[in-house]
């Protein structure tokens, strides 16, 4: 759809019915006339913090109204240092978490011609020590150890590095952070080893048809415009290349940095617990001496399409079976030239508009496309786009060309129409009562995302500026207009049936073919046809008119506490509700689980079938739950080894009709449903046929939970099931499952228990106890629905009795074992291996879990730089504990282009070797610092109410109702121990500790460059490199469901934790 302001959900998306509801939660359309008269949200709605910076030494005076929505309690402030380096500086005294990030004003639009990718090159070596701080790692291994993390990416014109810590160690953080851009080192040796992490980041990505989409459409830009560059960087741009050529990529290196990083184009943000004065006083002392050389923003003569044949179209062979078109228009303006009016959010919004007279509604019914979206697509400072995009079904390739025309005849249109007030006054209310009530976020993505901002918007919005909507301004709107035109198309063509490409993409080898478009096509396109169908949608009657809180009681309980239900609801349904009185947002949450027995008896069966029951329940929601979505509703309804499970959040004075509608097409008879089933029956089947093209580490991962779940379905197991399935199977697995159901429901938000109560009744208890009304339910006509019932199972709600929750399982590795399973990289074009190996640990126990949290927390850092920094091995390099269907366990993952997965697994296994003696010389102060980090860590509270809904939600569903699991986790956190952490690594990683419970899995993907070797066992080809220890005995699984009925299950549910250590 259109790139709407929605509300980030629990999961998902919305919409609506009914006239007579309770609560005053009815929908009311707003007339396009109305809608000039409504007070709209202005500077009023936000908090203007206005703080006036000292005038003595240091940095340059500031008074900056900062707007920002009124949940945000923070002080910020605007300082420009001595060296014109900018920084925004917000003071959050109760926060647990502080954060800083900085964006540099030079990308890979940079990059000298001789050493492409350099400035993404650059990027990495920062992170590998500067003068003060000479030691590779130091950096990573402090912020982990303090709670932290860090990340950087390299764009078109940015660069932009981030990091959290606890918020103790603000200071130290900051001070190693900023020698980032004063002192880095390059050393010889880092420098070449580094050039090894690029390449192997992209030959991860080299099958990624995102990236591969991307860089064939900036070799067909212009080739004096640095948008037609290769950013990503490979050992062949950065070492083989330069050395036939004889260039020294380190002086270039150096060059690089001295040239574009400088102080008056950088930008920083920083989030602390301190004052604005304190935060003030330690960004001066920690950048103030970053150099400015008073660069100016690097820019660029040459047109971005100067030279471009347009039209044209370029049809591309993916490497996942996908099927689409993206009209792409050049727009001869930078992508926030006109922030304050935003012209292409506009055609964006009637464009990709999913509701009733749109091109999706149309397009949809024919069975062409799945999706449809509108909005802007790549852009610089200079130059920007705006894309349609359809994913098209098999039947839909064949109709490419009507389906442009279809655009053009609805841009016609709106066209026509002229600029209508109206569609601009709704989307800017909806955006600004977004932001109004926008939590105040993150600071780990924020900073990130301020800092960028800031240089392109005023200080005053760079919280307010991506979003919301200021000037109306038509003759802008219809000049956007003026260049979605057939001769201004760029038209690409996704099509997996490409057999004979012309060419081959130079640098991800990707196989297309470019033409110019026809004239005969352009006048075709030029003058459409005209569809009846096609008209403006109506104003959004969901945009929300009452912001509302209901009164708060004398007291309210810090958690959940169950409801009393009604009598009518029998056996059938338990509700648990929560009022809000921390974030007071108009909002209501509702979660619902439904519990049904059909899932456990019938195998796979069901796990196939309620895939399709849910991709049926959102396609039928797509057009009447768009307008909601676009106001700030959301739904999830996803399918669980249990039954499924629907999430909805809203404004809590139109959520009953919007809850209504989506329970009316869970509940809907789909037996007139034939060409939607077999639409969908077909994206199933291309869904589960392109996990062949997933990374070899997902793979392998894949492999693994196979072998440690007990009903772990392989996606060629559900594509043979999936292919002898019809909709009658359908139907009667959807009436089969509501025969033996069982809901559990949490209502959390805005609302009093007697109104949740209601709520659930209403929108869900009415329907499943009575007859199914299915009419037309958005909108309600003037004088009401239209219901017509439907056939359905009637529930025997008396006798129902919910029995115990099905759950998956792991299984027991047998003690003293390593199982050993190989599997072949599907893909002959990945270059990629992969190595997941699983320490078993056991039963979950929170008490013992937690310390190996502490342990996780001290490793991580350290087999990341050994095995990814140091030895070169891989991109993803990753390890931590996993605590999946109440079994814990301990996770090893690398992915490498250089070497063989076994020799991976031999790595591995040396760096436990030495990694004890690392943990043995810590000190417990080190053990310490770490265990206070994460406990100030699990001590951040909930930032927004869909998160803190999410943790009581889990408690529910894992049926422990443990309220206070964050207290007293930090409590436990506290009394971990470093003899503690070393004895539980000996027991579990090492093989000795008496009586060791030691069992591990390791899982191969092979590529072709390294295929599997069938001549010799699996067990004899690794048991000459290093072992888990003298006592370990290898097995090789072959079939994982043989094996498997080997083995023991550990237990289905553990009680709610003791978090006591009397007999341990």
Not at 436 to 463: C, F, H, W
Not at 843 to 865: C, E, H, K, N
């Amino acid at each position: 759809g259109a790139s709407c302001v929605a509300v980030v959900a629990l999961l998902g998306l919305a919409r609506h019915r009914r006239e007579e509801l309770p609560l005053g939660l009815g929908v009311r359309s707003t007339t396009r006339e109305e809608l000039h008269l409504l007070p709209l949200p202005s500077c009023a709605m936000f908090t203007i913090t206005g703080e006036q910076c000292g005038s003595g030494p240091g940095p340059e005076a500031a008074s900056e109204a900062i707007i920002k929505p009124n949940k945000d309690t923070r002080d910020f402030r605007h300082i420009v240092l001595p060296n014109k380096l900018q920084a925004m500086l917000i003071s959050d005294p109760g926060t647990n978490k502080a954060a800083v990030a900085l964006d540099c004003r030079v990308g890979h639009f940079s990059d000298p011609k001789a050493v492409p990718g350099l400035a993404h090159f650059c990027e990495h070596m920062l992170f590998l020590g500067t003068e003060k701080y000479p030691k590779e790692g130091e950096y990573k291994e402090f912020l982990h150890r303090h709670g932290g993390r860090s990340n950087a990416y390299t764009a078109q014109e940015h660069t932009n590095y981030k990091f959290d810590v606890a918020a103790d160690h603000l200071e130290p953080a900051m001070d190693r952070f900023a020698d980032f851009f004063k002192r880095p080192l390059f050393t010889e040796s880092a420098t070449e080893r580094e050039m090894n992490a690029v390449d192997s980041e992209n030959k991860m990505k080299l099958q990624d048809d995102s990236r591969r989409f991307y860089q064939l459409f900036k070799n067909n830009t212009n080739p004096l415009h640095p948008m037609s560059k290769f950013g990503s960087g490979n050992l062949q741009t950065l070492l083989h290349t330069p050395q036939e050529d004889g260039v020294d990529v380190r002086a270039h290196l150096l060059d690089f940095h001295s040239d574009y990083y400088s102080a008056n184009n950088m930008r920083v943000c920083v989030v602390g617990k301190e004052s604005l004065e304190e935060l003030e006083m330690m960004v001066t002392d920690k950048f103030s001496d970053v150099p400015c050389k008073d660069i100016p923003v690097p820019s660029w003569d040459a047109g971005v399409f100067d030279g471009v044949a347009l039209p044209q179209e370029v049809i591309i062979r993916p490497v996942k079976e996908t099927r689409s078109i993206s009209m792409i228009f050049p727009i001869p303006w930078g992508s926030t030239t006109y922030w304050r009016s935003k012209p292409g959010g506009y055609w964006s919004m009637l464009l990709g508009h999913e509701g009733e007279g749109s091109i999706m509604e149309l397009v949809k019914s024919k069975g062409w496309v799945n999706s449809l979206s509108a909005g802007a697509s790549y852009g610089a400072s200079d130059f920007s786009s705006f894309s349609v995009f359809m994913g098209l079904t098999e039947q839909g390739m064949s109709h490419v060309d009507e389906l442009v025309e279809m655009v053009f005849a609805y841009v016609r249109i709106v066209r026509e129409g002229g600029a209508q007030e109206w569609v601009f006054r709704e989307r800017q209310r909806i955006a600004e009562t977004h932001f109004l009530l926008r939590p105040k976020g993150d600071g780990y993505s924020q900073t990130s995302t301020i800092a960028n901002n800031m240089q392109y918007y005023p200080p005053e919005y760079v919280l307010a500026g991506p979003t919301t909507y200021h000037d109306w301004d038509p003759e802008k709107v219809m000049e956007f207009g003026s260049h979605l035109t057939p001769e201004n198309l760029l038209l690409y063509v996704t099509n997996p049936d490409l057999t004979e490409a012309e060419d081959n993409e130079r640098w991800y080898n990707t196989p297309y073919t470019k033409r110019e478009i026809s004239v005969d096509r352009v006048a075709a396109w030029s003058s459409p046809r005209k569809w009846p169908e096609f008209h403006l949608h109506d104003p959004n009657p969901f945009v929300p008119d009452n912001l509302d809180l209901v009164p708060l009681p004398d007291t309210v309980p810090s958690h959940p506490i169950e409801a009393e239900p009604l009598s009518s609801w029998g056996r059938l349904c338990r509700l648990w509700h929560r009022q809000d009185n921390t974030f007071f947002e108009p909002r209501v949450v509702l979660c619902a689980d439904f519990v049904s027995d059909v899932m456990r008896k019938r195998g796979i069966t069901a796990h196939v079938l309620s895939y399709l029951w849910v991709d049926m329940v959102d396609d039928d929601l797509a057009k009447p739950t768009y307008d909601a979505s676009c106001a700030g509703f959301g739904y999830s309804f996803r399918r669980l080894p249990r039954g499924a499970e629907l999430q909805v959040v809203g404004y809590t004075n139109k959520l009953v009709a919007f809850i209504e509608t989506v329970v009316q097409s869970i509940l809907k008879d789909y037996s007139d449903s034939e060409d939607r089933f077999q639409v969908l029956k077909e994206r199933y089947r291309r869904v589960l046929g392109n996990t062949s093209q997933d990374r070899p580490v997902t793979h392998a991962s894949r492999e693994a939970d196979t072998v440690l779940t007990n009903e772990n379905f392989a996606f060629a197991a559900q594509l043979e099931t999936l292919e002898g399935l019809e909709l009658p199977d359908l139907l009667a697995f959807v009436e089969e499952f509501f025969e033996s159901l069982h809901l559990r429901t949490f209502v959390h938000g805005n609302i009093v228990e007697t109104d949740a109560v209601s709520l659930v009744d209403i929108t869900l208890m009415q329907s499943l106890l009575g007859p199914v009304v299915r009419g037309s339910v958005f909108p309600p006509s003037q004088d009401g629905l239209h219901p017509s019932p439907r056939a359905r199972i009637e529930l025997p709600v008396a006798t129902t009795v919910p029995g115990p929750i099905y759950r998956r399982q792991r299984m027991r590795l047998p003690l003293g074992t390593e199982c050993l399973v190989s599997c072949a990289i599907p893909s002959p074009e990945d270059q990629n291996n992969a190595l997941v190996m699983y320490f078993q640990i056991g039963q979950s126990d929170t008490y013992r879990d937690v310390a190996l949290d502490v342990l996780g927390a001290i490793m991580s850092p350290i087999f990341f730089q050994k095995l990814r920094t140091e030895q070169q091995l891989g991109y993803l390099v990753a390890c931590g504990p996993s605590q999946e269907y109440y079994a814990t366990g301990y996770k090893f993952a690398v992915q490498s282009n250089v070497a063989h997965p076994h020799v991976v697994r031999q790595r591995v296994l040396e760096f436990l070797e030495s990694f004890h003696t690392y943990l043995q010389d810590l000190s417990t102060a080190d053990v310490a610092r770490t265990v206070q980090s994460m406990a100030q860590k699990w001590s951040e509270p909930e930032k927004q109410l869909v998160e803190q809904a999410s943790r009581d939600w889990g408690e529910i569903n894992s049926e422990h109702y443990f309220w206070e699991r964050k207290e007293k986790v930090v409590q436990r956190l506290l009394s971990v121990t470093k003899a503690e952490v070393l004895a539980l690594y000996e027991a579990y990683f090492m093989d000795q500790a008496p009586g060791t419970v030691r069992a591990c899995l390791s899982v191969f993907s092979h590529s072709h460059r390294y295929p599997i070797d069938a001549t010799k066992p699996l067990d004899v080809q690794v048991r000459n490199m290093v072992c888990l220890g003298p006592g370990i005995d290898l097995q090789e699984v072959t079939d994982a469901q043989e094996y498997k009925r080997s083995l023991n299950l550990f237990k289905a549910w553990v009680p709610p934790p003791t978090m006591a250590a009397e007999g341990r």
